[in-house]
């Protein structure tokens, strides 16, 4: 495509509802936004380890009308291998800029309560969760990059949208993670399995704990 090809494809992109809460689950995770023309239009840029490549293909595959060049692969100065895709830079993503770029950091938006459901849910997880252990049978997700009051915010919606009680756990001082109380690990679990389940390599993310029928 031209450059001319490309503005008049991208005039036929609209995010489906599915789309719009992947693109919310991976904000709270490790996706970010990037935008290069003064923050008129935005694009999405995922990456993770190579061990997660099925991953990126799953989410590539939810997004593919929105990349051109396809998964990409590079190597760190750490020396470990990622995999990435970017989408179409595009004013449809101002609207999730503005809400978890706010004060120019990623933050929780305000509107979380109305953009969390369980694909979102799902998808966060997959980006920053793991299984606790097999002795305390629950879950937590990495909430590294937030502040305690966004988290408390978290809590909240967690509780009364899902059922999902939660707890904080200090990591490192001044860091928190978000901890699935083990009451509510299989409520957690119902919610997010049907998408973590189309992904081999969550399946040690699910941890050993058996359904409750």
Request: proline share 2%.
């Amino acid at each position: 495509m031209n450059t001319k090809e490309i503005r008049e494809y991208k005039k036929t992109l609209t995010l489906s509802d599915i789309q719009r809460s992947i693109l919310v689950g991976t904000l709270l995770g490790d996706g970010h936004l990037e935008t290069r023309d003064g923050k008129k239009t935005y694009r999405l840029k995922v990456e993770h380890q190579i061990l997660q490549r099925d991953y990126i293909e799953w989410l590539y595959k939810q997004f593919r009308e929105w990349v051109r060049s396809g998964i990409c692969s590079r190597v760190k100065k750490n020396g470990k291998r990622y995999v990435l895709f970017q989408t179409y830079s595009h004013g449809v993503f101002r609207f999730y800029a503005q809400q978890f770029y706010s004060n120019g950091t990623k933050n929780i938006p305000k509107l979380i309560s109305k953009l969390l459901d369980p694909i979102a849910l799902a998808v966060w997880f997959m980006d920053d969760g793991s299984w606790k252990s097999d002795n305390h049978k629950t879950f937590i997700i990495h909430t590294l990059g937030f502040k305690r009051k966004d988290l408390k915010i978290i809590q909240s919606v967690l509780l009364k949208k899902f059922g999902v009680a939660t707890c904080l756990h200090r990591q490192k001082g001044k860091y928190w993670r978000l901890y699935i109380k083990s009451e509510s690990a299989d409520v957690f679990r119902k919610l997010v399995e049907p998408y973590t389940s189309q992904v081999p390599s969550m399946k040690t993310k699910m941890g050993n704990m058996k359904p409750k029928k």
